[in-house]
């Protein structure tokens, strides 16, 4: 069964920075769209940036200019480095991948448990 295993969460003062990775592993045989996603306290969860096997990416106006999302095709892996933090910034982030896996042969997404980000002084 396919996984997605991110790390890099925690606790940073505003204007801090952190770095998010996500490795996916088992059964995978193509990915097409890796990205990040974030759902603040009573919110729905919102894009923040997802890039493609080619490396075309795409932001949130909110995040545009601060954070960058970058990809290792050879170990299925996204990071997402996020600059100049603000405490609106404050969500459980999750790792996401539309993939085909070598059980199901067809495109399917895929999600991370979630890791904290907490912008706080």
């Known amino acids: 069964q396919v996984q997605l295993a991110e790390s890099g969460g925690g606790l940073v003062q505003p204007g801090g920075s952190l770095r998010l990775s996500c490795a996916a592993s088992?059964?995978?045989?193509?990915?097409?769209?890796m990205g990040w996603y974030r759902q603040a306290p009573g919110k729905q969860r919102e894009l923040v940036a997802i890039?493609?096997?080619?490396?075309?990416?795409n932001y949130a106006d909110s995040v545009k200019g601060r954070f960058a999302i970058s990809r290792d095709n050879a170990n299925n892996t996204v990071y997402l480095e996020m600059n100049s933090l603000k405490p609106e910034d404050t969500a459980v982030y999750y790792c996401?991948?539309?993939?085909?896996?070598?059980?199901?042969?067809?495109?399917?997404?895929?999600w991370g448990q979630g890791t904290q980000v907490t912008v706080s002084s």
């Open positions: 996401n991948a539309q993939l085909v896996s070598t059980m199901t042969r067809s495109l399917n997404n895929y």
């Open positions: 088992r059964s995978i045989f193509k990915i097409a769209i």
């Open positions: 890039i493609s096997s080619g490396g075309s990416t």
